[in-house]
């Protein structure tokens, strides 16, 4: 998990996740597509930021997955990042 600075749909990340079995936390939680964003770049969202799940966790469900909007949006000096934060809760057990 952590900033990729990068789309989901650009070759590094989908040889990474072919390779690995890995799969990026929105698809997992049917996050909708216009929703899929961690950054705004001159007013538009991007999803730069990615948290992959081994095929054991999603078998495991339970996965809960929130992107806490709260720099994207903000005055930019009111702002502590330029990315907004993921929040995420797995069951690992």
């Known amino acids: ?4 600075n990068d789309f989901a ?3 590094p990340l989908t040889t990474f ?5 890995m799969t990026n936390i929105f ?27 081994s095929p054991h966790v ?3 469900g339970g996965v809960r997955h929130n992107v806490l909007h709260v720099n994207t949006w903000d005055a930019r000096a009111n702002a ?8 995420a809760k797995v069951n690992v057990c």
Do not use: C, K, W
């Open 1 to 4: 998990m952590g900033d990729f």
């Open 80 to 87: 502590v990042s330029d990315h907004d934060p993921s929040v």
């Open 27 to 53: 698809d997992v939680v049917n996050t909708p597509p216009r929703e899929r964003y961690t950054y705004s770049f001159q007013n538009a969202q991007q999803a730069l930021d990615h948290i992959y799940l």
């Open 9 to 11: 749909f650009v070759r």
């Open 58 to 60: 999603v078998a495991n």
């Open 17 to 21: 996740a072919s390779l690995s079995g």
